[in-house]
Nanobody, 114 residues
């Protein structure tokens, strides 16, 4: 099983930046997809960005050009650099690991004030 530890959330003004981190440990497959999902109050959890173990990335249209997902050299830590943040980016951000099954992190709160 994989364990995920997220960090980096917080409160920021509109136009500001934050970087989220998700560190995976345990039995990690060499072929996997990791990503970030966002859940705003009263709404469903939606994909923000994903990255494969091969480095292919995918972004929600609402964050393209503002957010960048990346992995460290070991491949077990995923980052989400969030720039030009907007109030609508507010929510709980969850890290997810997928390789035959899904594992979710505990979530980290991001609040963007106007």
């Amino acid at each position: 099983q994989v364990q995920l530890v997220e960090s980096g959330g917080g409160l920021v003004q509109a136009g500001g930046s934050l970087r989220l981190s998700c560190a995976a440990s345990g039995i990690i497959s060499s072929i996997n997809v990791m990503g970030w999902y966002r859940q705003a109050p009263g709404k469903q959890r939606d994909m923000v960005s994903t990255i494969t173990s091969g480095g292919s990335t995918n972004y929600a249209n609402s964050v393209k050009g503002r957010f960048t997902i990346s992995r460290d050299s070991g491949g077990n830590t995923v980052y989400l650099q969030m720039n030009s943040l907007k109030p609508e980016d507010t929510g709980v951000y969850y890290c997810r690991y997928t390789s035959g099954y899904n594992k979710w992190g505990q979530g980290t709160q991001v609040t963007v004030s106007s």
